[in-house]
C-alpha cells in the first residue's frame, strides 16, 4: 500500500502536514500532536491469480496532548481516508475502512494520549 498517498490525502483534506505532524512509519518522539501511518506486521498478501490486485490491513496511530484531542484527530482522519472507488498516487483504490473504532493506549510516560485504528484497503496498482 502506498502510504504516501494516503498521507497526502490527509493533507489535501487538512488535517495536517506531511513531515510535521502526519508521518509514515516512524512519528518523532518530540511531536506532540501527530499522525503515524503503518503498514501491516504480516505483509500484504499477494495473489499471483490476481495481479495487481490487493487487500490488506495498515494502522494508524495519533497522539495529542488530551484525550479529547487525539480521539477527535482519529475521527478526522477516519472521516478523511475511509472512500470508495478513488484513484491514489499508482493505486486504484475499491476501498478505505476503518476496521476498528479508536483503541486507546495508557498515557506515555511523557504524558501524551495515542490512539491506534487498524484499516482495510483493496485496491489494484497501476502504472
Known amino acids: 500500500m502506498n502510504l504516501?498517498?494516503?498521507a497526502e490525502r490527509l493533507e489535501l483534506d487538512g488535517v495536517g502536514w506531511r513531515?510535521?505532524?502526519?508521518f509514515v512509519s516512524h512519528l518523532p518522539t518530540e511531536v506532540e500532536r501527530g499522525i503515524l501511518l503503518r503498514h501491516s506486521y504480516t505483509g500484504t498478501p499477494i495473489d499471483p491469480e490476481l495481479p495487481g490486485y490487493r487487500n490488506t490491513r495498515f494502522?494508524?496511530?495519533?497522539?495529542?496532548?488530551?484525550y479529547k484531542e487525539g480521539v477527535d484527530l482519529m475521527w478526522a482522519v477516519i472521516n478523511s481516508i475511509t472512500v470508495a472507488r478513488v484513484q491514489m498516487t499508482n493505486m486504484d483504490v475499491k476501498l478505505?475502512?476503518?476496521?476498528?473504532?479508536?483503541?486507546?493506549?495508557?498515557?506515555?510516560?511523557?504524558?501524551?494520549?495515542?490512539?491506534?485504528?487498524?484499516?482495510?484497503?483493496?485496491?489494484?496498482?497501476?502504472?
Open 59 to 66: 494502522s494508524v496511530a495519533t497522539r495529542a496532548k488530551t
Open 96 to 127: 478505505i475502512r476503518a476496521r476498528t473504532e479508536p483503541i486507546p493506549f495508557p498515557m506515555s510516560p511523557a504524558g501524551m494520549f495515542e490512539f491506534l485504528v487498524i484499516f482495510e484497503a483493496v485496491y489494484v496498482i497501476v502504472g
Open 4 to 6: 504516501e498517498s494516503v
Open 19 to 22: 513531515g510535521s505532524d502526519i
